[in-house]
T-cell receptor, first 116, second 112 residues
Framework: GAVVSQHPSRVICKSGTSVKIECRSL??????MFWYRQFPKQSLMLMAT?????????EQGVEKDKFLINHASLTLSTLTVTSAHPEDSSFYIC????????????FGPGTRLTVT | GESVGLHLPTLSVQEGDNSIINCAYS??????FIWYKQESGKGPQFIID?????DKRQGQRVTVLLNKTVKHLSLQIAATQPGDSAVYFC???????????FGTGTLLAVQP
């Protein structure tokens, strides 16, 4: 149980284009989903917290107009990287939380984004 | 962002030995701590957690120790196996948002 999927697992896009990454909770309803970014040999950095039906809360330094997050249902959140640049190349990981007020998060397998 | 590490410390152990991975956390108000294992190209995998009202918790082959006085967390892996080779992250949680803040990470390399 508690499986989170991400799609695509890898994506290559040209500089200036936009790319959408999906995060799905497969066997539970996620009231909250989180998006992280991870550069090589570095830790996970929280980008934003997404609650179903409301606007995402972005961490300091994360551009909300560049990283669009939509959490339209209890099982799906999407992250759209707009006008991607090579410096946006990274490993993007989502997680989902089933129970409000708990810390437990279930992580997806990650999406490797390469911007050329 | 918070807690972004620039370098990954490495712990190299022989197969069969015990491993101890350490983590210094930042927020004295944190009340929940988790250890994750991350293999290359994959998402983090839950290993074990501990709440701040405990100082030790054991799982299968793993033990987490919490020292709140010095804000230190450790993960002990017994009889380390090649499959344990991965990056290990501690994470701390606390506050109204229940966000997790990840530590720098340690690369565990198990030598056969």
């Amino acid at each position: 149980g508690a499986v989170v999927s991400q799609h695509p697992s890898r994506v290559i896009c040209k500089s200036g284009t936009s790319v959408k990454i999906e995060c799905r909770s497969l066997d539970f309803q996620a009231t909250t989903m989180f998006w992280y970014r991870q550069f090589p040999k570095q830790s996970l950095m929280l980008m934003a917290t997404s609650n179903e039906g409301s606007k995402a809360t972005y961490e300091q330094g994360v551009e909300k107009d560049k990283f669009l997050i939509n959490h339209a249902s209890l099982t799906l959140s999407t992250l759209t990287v707009t006008s991607a640049h090579p410096e946006d190349s990274s490993f993007y990981i989502c997680s989902a939380r089933a129970v409000v007020g708990t810390y437990e998060q279930y992580f997806g397998p990650g999406t490797r984004l390469t911007v050329t | 962002g918070e807690s972004v590490g620039l370098h990954l410390p490495t712990l190299s152990v022989q197969e069969g030995d015990n491993s101890i991975i350490n983590c210094a956390y930042s927020n004295s108000a944190s009340d929940y701590f988790i250890w994750y294992k991350q293999e290359s190209g994959k998402g983090p995998q839950f290993i074990i957690d501990i709440r701040s009202n405990m100082d030790k918790r054991q799982g299968q082959r793993v033990t987490v120790l919490l020292n709140k006085t010095v804000k230190h967390l450790s993960l002990q892996i017994a009889a380390t196996q090649p499959g344990d080779s991965a990056v290990y992250f501690c994470a701390e949680g606390g506050g109204a948002t229940n966000k997790l803040i990840f530590g720098t990470g340690t690369l565990l390399a198990v030598q056969p």
